[in-house]
């Protein structure tokens, strides 16, 4: 998944109609490579543990 670019997703078909994302999640954002997993699912922002308040 980590060596793809881009896949399609409800995510990126809602983006395309002007929504925005965000994906949140309270935990290490290198744990299962979430940092570049959701970027490759076309998530905008993406908040770990260390950026969420």
Same mark, same amino acid.
Do not use: C, W
């Given at each position: 998944?980590?060596?793809?670019? =881009?896949?399609?997703?409800?995510? &990126? !078909?809602?983006? !395309?109609?002007?929504?925005? &994302?965000?994906?949140?999640?309270?935990?290490?954002?290198? =744990?299962?490579?979430?940092?570049?997993?959701?970027?490759?699912?076309? =998530?905008?922002?993406? =908040?770990?543990? !260390?950026?969420?308040?």
């Amino acid at each position: 998944m980590d060596k793809k670019t =881009f896949i399609p997703t409800i995510v &990126s !078909n809602l983006e !395309n109609q002007g929504y925005d &994302s965000m994906a949140i999640h309270p935990y290490n954002k290198i =744990f299962y490579k979430r940092n570049i997993v959701y970027k490759t699912f076309g =998530f905008n922002h993406f =908040f770990d543990m !260390n950026t969420m308040k």
